[in-house]
């Protein structure tokens, strides 16, 4: 226990009965918006840069249906922070857990076309990482390009849901008609 917190714990009664003064109340309230302005701008110019790169992306490389990725094995964390690398380990895990639950998946084949964005959105998102390693490798690890790195994680996971919710809706629609004979699989 540090000294702060010593003399909490000692002087908790007369600390809770002090009136605070308005000028430290408007001191505190004000360093606490500044915080949060700068976090959301950090935040926003993140997922803006990602977004933007992703757009470009997109139209200069535009892919094909069949989109075939083998499973992410190491991540690009590992070098930098233990702690990072095993909640980069999870996102890998959950990815490839995730691609293969929805490998496993089979809908009726007249419906292909619909999962055409989806995998675009995905060969987008792996150009992406692509495009972040060869930075890490340039100019080393940065917190913003960290942080680009567990976005791009979270932003697949998202993409993959979607994607499994799309198909769980179309295999609940398609249930009362007959489609066995005309289902297929997905190649993400």
């Known amino acids: 226990m540090d000294a702060l917190e010593k003399y909490i714990k000692e ?19 004000k360093r606490f918006k500044e915080i949060r302005r700068k976090r959301n701008i950090r935040l926003v110019l993140s ?8 757009v470009i992306a997109f139209f200069l490389f535009p892919g094909n249906l069949k989109h075939q990725e083998s499973p992410q094995k190491q ?15 999870g996102y890998i895990q959950l990815v490839n ?22 995998i675009k959105q995905l060969e987008i998102i792996d ?4 495009i972040l390693s060869e ?8 917190p913003e390009l960290v942080q680009q790195i567990i976005y791009n994680y979270q932003l697949k996971l998202s993409v993959l849901e979607m ?11 398609s249930k009362s008609t007959n489609y ?3 289902k297929q699989k997905i190649s993400i």
């Open 75 to 89: 991540g690009l964390l590992l070098a930098f922070d233990t702690e990072l690398a095993k909640q980069e380990a």
């Open 11 to 29: 002087n908790r009664a007369q600390l809770d009965t002090e009136e605070w003064s308005e000028y430290n109340q408007m001191a505190i309230n």
């Open 135 to 142: 930075q890490v490798e340039r100019v080393g690890y940065t």
């Open 127 to 130: 150009r992406q990482y692509v």
């Open 97 to 118: 857990q995730s691609k293969e639950s929805i490998r496993q998946q089979r809908f009726p084949a007249e419906y292909e076309y619909m999962f055409s964005n989806f």
């Open 163 to 173: 994607l499994q919710n799309e198909i769980n809706k179309i295999n609940n629609l």
């Open 180 to 182: 066995e004979n005309e």
């Open 47 to 54: 997922a803006s840069g990602i977004a933007a790169l992703l």
